[in-house]
């Protein structure tokens, strides 16, 4: 059981460039979500998602989007890459009936991402 | 706006000793509270939580308290050991709106000494 897989784990861009980060998880969640965590900071949310095919903004979306085609994925892409965008980003799910039950959300271990 | 935060950026305690890592929450509708750990170059792991009809839960060498009068969670390690030494999170989840997203305090680096 792999639980939420992110990929890549680091990657180097240039300004101006554009990536698309991966996040899979193989428990069946509804519930996926992009976080950055920047130094000092907490968790920011950027993107989520509540079920396959839909998305919505989080606390810090501009300059990213997100998709949801299928439901183990969640994609979160940078169009144009800034250096704001350097930062650690962390993919987390949840199902459904956790999040209404209050559990808490699984992480994967993270997508290291700087922008030059 | 509403917000999670933490006393102290940074902790260091002697192994064995007892850790306690603060966090104050605003937000008073909220009803769930969550612990992380992050250690080095790792996403966070779930430690424990605890519901806003609690003040105190147990596990095994944590206890988590919540005082909801004034607006506090802490979170206690027992014996702390090296395996201890990381970032720690408390994270809130609204009850009402925001889908249940987290808001997530900015973290209290622990440091355990031998």
């Known amino acids: 059981n792999a639980g939420v897989t992110q990929t890549p784990k680091f990657r180097v861009l240039k300004t101006g460039q554009s990536m698309t980060l991966l996040c899979a998880q193989d428990?069946?969640?509804?519930?996926m979500y992009w976080y950055r965590q920047d130094p000092g900071m907490g968790l920011r949310l950027i993107h989520y998602?509540?079920?396959?095919?839909?998305?919505a903004k989080g606390e810090v979306p501009d300059g990213y989007n997100v998709s949801r085609l299928k439901k183990q994925n969640f994609l979160l892409g940078l169009e144009s890459a800034a250096p704001s965008q350097t930062s650690v980003y962390f993919c987390?799910?949840?199902?459904?009936?956790?999040?209404?039950?209050?559990?808490?959300?699984?992480f994967g271990d993270g997508t290291r991402l700087s922008i030059l | 706006g509403e917000s999670v935060g933490l006393h102290l950026p940074t902790l260091s305690v002697q192994e064995g000793d007892n850790s306690i890592i603060n966090c104050a929450y605003s937000?008073?509708?909220?009803?769930?509270f969550i612990w992380y750990k992050q250690e080095s170059g790792k996403g966070p792991q779930f430690i424990i939580d605890?519901?806003?009809?609690?003040d105190k839960r147990q596990g095994q060498r944590v206890t988590v308290l919540l005082n909801k009068t004034v607006k506090h969670l802490s979170l206690q390690i027992a014996a702390t050991q090296p395996g201890d030494s990381a970032v720690y999170f408390c994270?809130?989840?609204?009850?009402?709106?925001?889908?249940?997203?987290?808001?997530f305090g900015k973290g209290t680096k622990l440091s355990v000494k031998p």
């Open positions: 994270a809130e989840k609204l009850l009402l709106g925001s889908q249940g997203n987290l808001i």
């Open positions: 605890i519901r806003s009809n609690m």
């Open positions: 987390a799910s949840i199902t459904r009936l956790g999040l209404r039950s209050n559990q808490p959300q699984h």
């Open positions: 998602s509540v079920g396959e095919g839909t998305t």
């Open positions: 428990m069946n969640h509804e519930y």
């Open positions: 937000n008073s509708a909220s009803d769930y």
